[in-house]
């Protein structure tokens, strides 16, 4: 049996109210706490809580402000730092917390937990931060902006107290244009949805990213738009981290699925993502929090282990891949290159006139890739540039392994920018018919290729609906009422991939995470 206390009131930072329940064991005494915040709903999480507490646990699952029955207004990545720290210093003063503090979270829930933990706070033990939205939802890191999932999310959960379950997809299914429209500030009204905050969540500044000084436990999936907000907070962490990459989605596979689009999930990799958090709470508990990282290769049944005494990651090399030819092509906005996503079958988009497809001689032996590939090339043509990396089988077949959209200008590399160690950051201004180095960096991948196996790229304009389209003009793509095609042409692409020379592996993650040191 477990305590419920439901629809508790606890002040925000500023006195208003929010309402949290909490789950305890019913044992009496004192117990560590497990505290998660949400502007999804905090009773989707009440059977968690009752199962954490009847592993000895509490839990306290809060609505955060504006949301469900907390009170205020919901400004999404504004408030959660000083109300999460606000709940952390009520939680510390019940007579039933032990002063050992988790702060656990998933996607917005993360940010939150990652956002109370700044600054090493009093109580915290340690952070799980999974699947982390971490703030930069709205546009891809150089700025270009999202479409599809700034407007899915925003009509789901922006600027309401609930949510609103399935509206966009209703909606593009009765006007299959929807997205299409211009300018792209005013698709609420399209939509019949007012959405203030719209148009204001691309022009804010994403948040600082606040750095974890206590105990982490990183949890991402290879097919998350998230995967490397979560490898780069692994990364920047400061205490013993751990870091567990599963071949999930965002949902960290509680839909128990055969298949990730058009690769099937290997037996290996179907550890429910909550086996690997007990394990990693077990030890955070007995005072031994481990640093481990633990990667689901794509292409194996095996997890790999990072063994770099440097950072933790798998020691890589950077491997630089011939991709010979070149091409023009016009990015019209009226049939832009069509965007897709997770890991399907790519194959037909190689046939459009709108692309330049690269591809590299076959592998020759096996070879295991773990994080970020990298494609440069010169481009000329104004505007967007999109990216994307294929494996093509043998036995015919290509499956997306990631893309990436950069701005001309944003994704520029000065001439010279090349060294033995690869491309260097750095930027060119590139007008409309001047060429420019650009390099896109991809989504982390973690692959092992088999021998006869090829990476193909793609190289193109556009990547919609994704993305929003761009003018090819001076105008804003967000207020931008025209937009015109775009002469393209792409030479001297090089892809530069880091690869494992000698991987680790094992066949046991959970396992690995109760040894690890």
């Known amino acids: 049996m477990t305590v419920l206390h439901g629809a508790v009131r606890v002040p925000g930072h500023d006195g208003t109210e929010l309402v949290a329940d909490a789950v305890l064991p019913s044992a009496g005494g004192r117990h560590p706490v497990i505290v998660m915040r949400t502007p999804y709903g905090r009773t989707r999480h009440l059977a968690e809580a009752h199962g954490w507490a009847r592993r000895g646990i509490a839990a306290v699952v809060q609505d955060v402000r504006g949301r469900y029955e907390s009170g205020g207004r919901w400004e999404p990545y504004v408030h959660e730092r000083e109300d999460g720290r606000e709940l952390l210093r009520w939680v510390l003063g019940r007579p039933w917390c032990d002063g050992r503090v988790i702060l656990y979270g998933s996607s917005y829930g993360a940010f939150c937990a990652v956002e109370a933990a700044a600054g090493e706070p009093e109580g915290v033990a340690g952070v799980i931060s999974a699947v982390p939205a971490l703030g ?79 105990p982490l436990l990183s949890v991402a999936g290879l097919y998350d738009p998230f995967v490397d907000d979560a490898v780069d907070l692994w990364r920047r962490a400061r205490g013993p981290r751990a870091l567990v990459v599963g071949a999930w989605q965002h949902d960290l596979g509680l839909v128990n699925r055969e298949r990730n689009g058009d690769r099937p999930v290997a037996p290996g990799h179907r550890v429910p993502a909550a086996r690997l958090v007990m394990a990693w709470i077990d030890r955070l508990l007995a005072g ?157 991948i973690v692959n092992r290729f088999p021998e006869g196996a090829r990476l193909r790229v793609e ?49 046991d993650p959970v396992k690995e995470l109760q040894e690890a040191p």
């Not at 939802?137 to 399935?166: F, I, M, N, Q």
């Not at 002469?487 to 680790?504: K, Y």
Request: negative net charge.
């Open 459 to 507: 190289v193109a304009g556009h990547h919609f609906p994704l993305h929003v389209r761009h003018p090819h003009t001076a105008e804003d793509p967000l207020t931008a009422r025209t937009l015109l095609p775009s002469a393209r042409s792409v030479t001297g692409a090089r892809l530069l991939v880091p690869v494992v020379p000698d991987p680790a592996w094992t066949v």
């Open 288 to 444: 031994d929090p481990p640093s481990a990282v633990l990667l689901a290769a794509e292409g194996d049944d095996r997890w790999l282990i990072g063994r770099d005494p440097g950072d933790g990651w798998p020691r890589t090399r950077t491997a630089e891949l011939g991709l010979p030819g070149g091409g023009a092509f016009v990015a019209d906005p009226g049939d832009p290159f069509p965007s897709r996503m997770g890991p399907v079958d790519v194959t037909s988009d190689a046939g459009r006139s709108d692309v330049v497809v690269f591809r590299t001689d076959p592998f020759e032996r096996a070879v295991t890739v773990a994080g970020r590939p990298v494609v440069t090339f010169a481009g000329i043509g104004e505007g967007h540039w999109a990216v994307r990396l294929a494996e093509e089988h043998p036995g015919g077949g290509a499956v997306q392994l990631g893309h990436a959209v950069a701005d001309h200008e944003d994704g520029g590399l000065r001439p010279g920018d090349h060294d033995a160690a690869g491309p260097r950051p750095g930027r060119t201004a590139a007008g409309r018919d001047r060429a420019g180095l650009q390099r896109v960096v991809l989504p982390t």
């Open 136 to 214: 930069a939802v709205a546009r891809e890191p150089g700025g270009v902006p999202k479409l599809y999932s700034h407007a899915w999310w925003w009509t789901t959960y922006g600027d309401g107290r609930t949510e609103r379950v399935g509206l966009l997809d209703t909606r593009i299914a009765d006007d299959p244009d929807a997205l299409r429209h211009l300018p792209v500030t005013d698709l609420p009204a399209r939509l019949g949805v007012p959405l203030p905050g719209w148009e204001r969540a691309w022009r804010d500044p994403a948040p600082a990213r606040a750095d974890v000084r206590v």
